[in-house]
Structures are given as structure tokens and as C-alpha cells.
């Protein structure tokens, strides 16, 4: 799903001759770096640096890579991307099997106030409060927020901010697929995602990368209108690959108002929504 090769391509492919003194001219046809250039710049042979786009070196060294990761101007995120994908034939992460515990739920049930999800790292809601289910209107558990994004929303009604909505959730499932690159259902989704999207096959083709962290979340609800959130990303412990998500209003916002709102609506579903991933369900889930 993800290779070394291909990272390495659309990064130099970034970076401007002029930032690194390579002087340019109208004859220049390259986008961004030749590979023999990037080679002299981190001090490697271009015999070398060819075959690790080519996919033929394996195992470069830390001193290689950071020489890469200096040249190519990767920020943090990038450049831990590009030791994974350079250890990838030495070890293989394990896929997490994504288990919640109870207290999870508990805790979920606990919000109240801000809509909340836990995620697995294929962006599978795996869990989430009633505002959470009142926000999005469907069903929590079986949501994939990827697909729910670039297949089903099509006329970007939903995601007021649909464009960078695209931007971090390729940048992530790219993330995802660097490090669990044996996982099936993360290729499968991702292979449904370039069939029936022409947006996403254009970002995928970019292999940037993003990591989750917060920033402003702007919905259209289509009885609340729209909804201004905060969202954090919190990773939780353990090898689970599972993450909480938590979205907020700011005290005194038309999103505050609007929140309240939503928690007036009557839904059926009670409290935590809980996906069917073979796990035995809390006592105050649905069941």
C-alpha cells in the first residue's frame, strides 16, 4: 500500500532547487530536486539513492536517513513516516485488534455535552455517545468517517470544510498504511476509496502524510445549521491503535446553541453506540 520509493519521489519532488543553492534555469524540466542532486546534498552515492527509489536498497541507516529527512525538508510527522517505511522489511507492526474496554464506554457516557468517538486507525467508529450519533445522523457503529467523507458525501453538504476534511484524512490513512502495511481491510478500504473517488485518487497519488492532533471541525446539520467545534484527538494507551475523539463548542458560540439543541432531539439509541467487532458490549451499552 504505502513504499519507501514512492515517498521519497513526491518529497523531492516539493522541494525548490533555489532553498538549497542549486541554481535553475528555462531548460530546467524537473519538479523539485533530481535524484542526483538529492543524493550529493545527503552525502550518498546516486547509484544508492536510485536504488532506494527503485525499491532495490533495503535497510538504509539512521545517519542516511537523517541526512534524507534534512535534504527533503520533512517536518516531524513526514519524517517518522519515512523510518517506518524504511524498517518495513525488518519488522512488521502487528495489526491491532481494537478492543475497547468497558470503561471506555463508561467514560463516554459520561460526555454529555460534546459529541465523542472512539476510531480505530482505518477511521472505523467503533463507538460514540448519543450527540456523537445525533451529530451525524447515522448509525455510529459501522461508520467509516473516510467513506462517509469522499463516498457519501457527495455534495459536500455535511463537512462545511470538505476540501481540508480530504487533506487530513488521506494525510492520516497514509499514516495508517506506513505502519500496518499488511493489514487487509486498510488496503480494501483504501482501494474502494480510489474507485469511486476522483479527489481521493489525486491526493493518495501525493503520499502526504498527516498526523491528528485537533483543529477547528465546521458541519452543516440539516436541522442545527452549522456547528463551529474544537476537536482533540487523544491517543489511547496500549497497543489497541484506538484514539478518542472529542468535539466541543466554545462557551457562548452559535455551536454552544447549537450542541444544546441537539441534545433536546429524541433519538432511539439511547447512550454508547458500540460497533460489532465480536466484543461482549458494557451493561449500559444497547447491547
Not at 545527503?42 to 535534504?71: C, F, H, K, M, N
Not at 439509541?269 to 447491547?287: E, F, N
Request: with cysteine.
Amino acid at each position: 500500500m504505502d513504499d519507501l520509493a514512492g515517498f521519497l519521489t513526491t518529497r523531492r519532488s516539493r522541494v525548490d532547487p533555489a532553498t538549497v543553492d542549486i541554481p535553475t534555469d528555462s531548460r530546467r524540466r524537473v519538479k523539485g530536486l533530481r535524484r542526483e542532486e538529492v543524493a550529493y546534498l545527503s552525502g550518498v552515492s546516486v547509484d544508492y539513492y536510485v536504488r532506494l527509489e527503485q525499491g532495490r536498497a533495503t535497510q538504509p541507516s539512521e545517519q542516511i536517513l537523517d541526512a534524507l529527512a534534512r535534504v527533503l525538508v520533512l517536518d516531524d510527522t513526514e519524517r517518522g513516516h519515512l523510518y517506518r517505511l524504511a524498517r518495513q522489511r525488518r519488522r512488521r507492526a502487528k495489526v491491532p485488534a481494537g478492543r475497547i474496554r468497558p470503561e471506555l464506554l463508561h467514560i463516554l457516557d459520561l460526555m454529555a455535552d460534546a459529541p465523542a468517538l472512539i476510531m480505530n486507525h482505518r477511521l472505523d467508529v467503533l463507538a460514540g455517545n448519543r450527540l456523537a450519533g445525533l451529530l451525524f445522523g447515522d448509525p455510529i457503529p459501522g461508520l467509516n468517517t473516510a467513506r462517509h467523507l469522499f463516498l457519501e458525501d457527495a455534495e459536500r453538504g455535511f463537512y462545511a470544510d470538505w476540501d481540508s476534511c480530504t487533506l487530513d484524512v488521506v494525510g492520516h490513512l497514509r499514516l495508517a498504511a506506513g505502519k500496518y502495511p499488511e493489514d487487509p481491510r486498510l488496503a480494501a478500504l483504501i482501494g474502494e476509496l480510489s474507485m469511486g473517488s476522483i479527489r481521493f485518487r489525486r491526493l493518495w497519488g501525493r503520499a502526504d502524510v498527516r498526523a491528528r492532533t485537533h483543529g477547528r471541525k465546521a458541519y452543516r446539520h440539516p436541522l442545527v445549521g452549522l456547528l463551529e467545534l474544537h476537536q482533540e484527538n487523544f491517543t489511547l494507551p496500549g497497543e489497541s491503535g484506538l484514539e478518542l475523539l472529542v468535539l466541543s463548542a466554545a462557551p457562548g458560540s452559535p455551536a454552544e446553541d447549537g450542541i444544546r439543541l441537539l441534545t433536546a432531539l429524541d433519538t432511539d439509541s439511547g447512550d454508547t453506540q458500540l460497533m460489532d467487532t465480536g466484543q461482549t458490549p458494557a451493561k449500559h451499552g444497547p447491547g
